[in-house]
């Protein structure tokens, strides 16, 4: 079979490929400890789940409009709001299976073939694959330990063009868990109205946050009509199986998003979405305890890990992630990840896997019990000051 040239340049998300491998392992009988995949280890809150029964028992299994039911666009722009300050209108929102589709529509709708594409490296692989898909150039930002993982708005300057068209961000940060102080999304709010490119913020984290407050640079003076929300419910719901996204962004683009969600999707599941209105609207206190539960994890994981010969970590100030610096280890990220799956049994991803800059670290989730995250400490010192 005779593939098209363009199927060269897409990438893949390397969380998957380690958790098929590790689930083989299991599969041999192997006790694996997950730290690969992100993803919450709770459970969706109840009232969540039974929105969702309800609606299934009410016949709510029908096609809806493209960009999404009525209710839950307006909930969104309620929470939008409530969260960002900013007043956006139902036809700023569309809501898709999943929120990677609002790095792939847009990019999709805005990128010409050679134009730039501003991405922070490491970061979330499917920035970078779609871009290079779609035939932009993908510019990588690196992302620096010495700056807690933050966008160095100077270097940001100093990489823009004239092809420049889109800035991604985001903040809390995959797979570093850095986030963007108010100060920092200030800089890149100017620099974007100066330069009249559009940012792409991913917040899909923006919950799951410790000693600081979430900044959004949709909350900036004059930032709507250059901004396009990413956003969902997986991380901070526990809803990665429902598959439920949304983006905020100017009316025109939506437009376009919405005609390309008829051209793959036709729509996001009836029922899927009224749970997603009851999230919205329900009660925090789970996704609040989820949060502090979180905040445990990290400490204990962070801790963990600075006693293990050879590796450092900062704390993370948001997600669920550490990304050590594991450096002076003697050998590579990726070699360093296959013998924590195949000799410790501890699934890591490496940091190569969220782009160059990611070499010589590893990304660890601690979406994962405290007894689990202190077994696999254990291996991992044990492997590590081994060699």
Known sequence: MKFAKRMERLGTETAFEVLARAKALEAQGRKIIHLEIGEPDFDTPLFIREAARRALKNGRTHYTPAAGIPELRQAICE???RRRGVAVRPENVVVTPGAKPIIYFPITALIEEGDEVIYPNPGFPIYESVIEFIGGKAVPLQLKEEKA????????????????????????QNPTGGILTREDIKAIAEIVRSRKIIVLADEVYKNIIYENEHASILSEPGMLEHTI??????????????????????????QKVEKLMINSNSCTATFVQDAGVAALR?????????????KKRRDLMVEGLNQIKGVRCLKPGGAFYC?????????SSKQLADLMLNEAGVATLSGIAFGKFGEGFLRLSYANSIENIQEALRKMKQAIEAL
């Open 79 to 81: 929470e939008v709001a």
């Open 149 to 172: 993982f933050r966008i160095d708005v100077k270097e940001l300057e100093s990489l823009i063009t004239p092809r420049t068209r889109m800035l991604i961000i985001n903040s809390p």
């Open 229 to 254: 929300l990413l956003d969902g419910f997986s991380k901070t719901y526990a809803m990665t199986g429902w598959r439920l996204g949304f983006g905020v962004m100017p009316a025109p683009l939506a």
């Open 282 to 294: 329900g009660p925090h206190d789970e996704v609040d305890a989820f949060v502090r539960e979180f």
């Open 323 to 331: 990304f050590p610096n594991v450096s002076r280890v003697p050998m």
